[in-house]
């Protein structure tokens, strides 16, 4: 059974970072794209950034593209996302998530990811 666990949310001020941990288990960690997405209150859960499986391939929504990086340390079975330049429009809480397939490319897209953490709550005041 695979497990996520996200850590590392809180509240920051304006322009402040954040790094976000997401260990993974239950089953071979490296051989699947990971995903961190997002909820605010009242919206729908949104794509953030994904990481290929190989770790050499990265993609950001355009919204966080240049300030937050997504990386993995598969001998840790963990991904990670470090979030600068915070702004109060990235409150939300911030989840990981796996998709069924392994070997896959990044799927921005909810539907393909199977997997999910409870999630961790980021606010950012300004």
């Known amino acids: 059974q695979v497990q996520l666990v996200e850590s590392g949310g809180g509240l920051v001020q304006v322009g402040g970072s954040l790094r976000l941990s997401c260990a993974a288990s239950g089953r071979t960690f490296s051989n699947y794209a990971m995903g961190w997405f997002r909820q605010a209150p009242g919206k729908e859960r949104e794509f953030v950034a994904g990481?290929?499986?190989?770790?050499?391939?990265?993609y950001y929504a355009d919204s966080v593209k240049g300030r937050f990086i997504i990386s993995r340390d598969n001998a840790k079975n963990t991904v990670y996302l470090q979030m600068n330049s915070l702004k109060p429009e990235d409150t939300a809480v911030y989840y990981c998530?796996?998709?069924?397939?392994?070997?896959?490319?990044?799927?921005?897209?909810?539907?393909?990811?199977?997997?999910w953490g409870q999630g961790t709550q980021v606010t950012v005041s300004s």
């Open positions: 998530a796996a998709p069924l397939e392994g070997y896959g490319p990044i799927y921005t897209i909810r539907d393909k990811y199977n997997h």
């Open positions: 990481i290929h499986w190989t770790g050499g391939t990265t």
